[in-house]
């Protein structure tokens, strides 16, 4: 394999390189998923420092963005389901997210045992104000590939996400 750039990577998977050419594994392929990973948790670890200005995480942000597209309250169950994580994951996030008073949590009328949540005023300031900032963000991401690579990244993503999909079973 010719020179490759490792200053994406991170040490966790430079120290894997060697091992790969020692045992004649594919380097290309390892190194392609090595900068996927180190590239993916650089943008994650960037995108919790954006966040954790205003005392969210990329859950917690997510809980606000539901809330204020819906129409109604929702249920702690509804919630979880909408975001795609459990029941207990929603119970940390609303009890953290009332405790920093972005969100109420109230019992409902006809039945005590259920929960509504719903933006507080400054649940609902703080997501008006980051939401744009967030996706001006995201987009800077991507604002030095032109269309083409654009494409090329997403179909490549999307292959990886399918193989690592069926990987799974």
Known sequence: MTTIDTSLLSAKYKALLPEAARTGADEAALFGCFTLLSVADSVFRACHERLAQYQLSE?????????RQSPSKLAPSELAEQAGVTRATMTGLVDGLVRDGFVNREETK??????????TPKGRKVVEKVTPLQLKWLEALFADLN?????????GLQIIGRTAEHAKQ
Do not use: H, M, T
């Not at 859950?59 to 809330?67: K, P």
């Not at 039945?111 to 509504?116: G, K, Q, T, Y």
């Not at 083409?148 to 990244?153: G, N, Q």
């Open 59 to 67: 859950g917690r942000f997510a809980v606000l963005l539901l809330l």
């Open 110 to 119: 006809n039945d005590r045992r259920s929960l509504a949540i719903s933006l």
């Open 147 to 155: 269309v083409e690579a654009r494409k090329s990244l997403l179909e």
